[in-house]
């Protein structure tokens, strides 16, 4: 089942904040981050596996709900290198599929 | 030096044509995947391989076979093209068990775009 991912897109000065969402309708497993650039591969930036957890740096940083069921990505001041498409991916239950989201398209302009 | 690789990165062919891309890896990972990104950016699963052995194998037509001479490589063999597989295509490894753990991170490679005409 797909998680739902929003905004679809998003436009952002340089040193703006963005926040996007991943939400599914069940309790998952685990949730991953990933960020592609254009005409590049995904790469992997972080992954949480507990309810309530938080991780990251200090500008790029995600949080997992206590139910397990919306995972969010923080940008802060972005950058223009912070441009690209993100990916949540999520896992429902220990030994099931990994999905991808639809992504979210961040332009961060000048 | 290249964690995962694929080759070719570009494919132009026609219809009905068979073409093969392959992909290695030098991360010593035991799970390899093939992947489909299309023009919407969507990026599903189709198949996955553990040591060779194969694992997930999505809705996908029997035209796409792949196959895993070993741990490190995984090549996709697509007989009789059609417009609708023109993509771009990612290979995919990561470290785990056979099993299909949640907490796998994955590794992409450059990825081969795919257009059929």
């Known amino acids: 089942q797909q998680p739902v991912q929003s905004p679809q897109a998003v436009i952002l000065r340089e040193g703006e904040d963005a926040v996007i969402n991943c939400s599914s309708s069940k309790a998952l497993y685990s949730v991953h981050w990933y960020r592609q650039k254009h005409g590049e591969a995904p790469v992997f930036l972080m992954i949480?596996?507990?309810?309530?957890e938080q991780k990251g740096h200090e500008k790029i940083s995600a949080s997992f709900n206590e139910k397990k069921q919306q995972s969010s990505l923080y940008l802060t001041a972005s950058q223009l290198s912070y441009s690209g498409t993100y990916f949540c991916g999520t896992v429902i239950n220990y030994g099931q599929n990994f999905v991808f989201g639809p992504g979210t398209r961040l332009s961060v302009l000048p | 030096d290249t964690a995962v690789s694929q080759t070719p990165k570009y494919l132009v062919t026609q219809m009905g044509n068979d073409k093969s891309i392959k992909c290695e890896q030098n991360?010593?990972?035991?799970?390899m995947y093939w992947y489909k990104q299309d023009s919407k950016k969507f990026l599903k699963i189709m198949f996955s391989y553990n040591n060779k052995e194969l694992i997930i194998n999505e809705t996908v037509p029997n035209r796409f076979s792949p196959k895993s001479p070993d741990k490190a490589h995984l090549n996709l063999h697509i007989n009789s093209l059609e417009l609708g597989d023109s993509a771009v295509y990612f290979c995919a490894s990561s470290q785990g068990g056979r099993r299909r753990s949640g907490a796998n991170v994955l590794t992409f490679g450059a990825g081969s775009r795919l257009t059929v005409l």
């Open positions: 949480l596996l507990k309810g309530g």
């Open positions: 991360l010593g990972h035991d799970t």
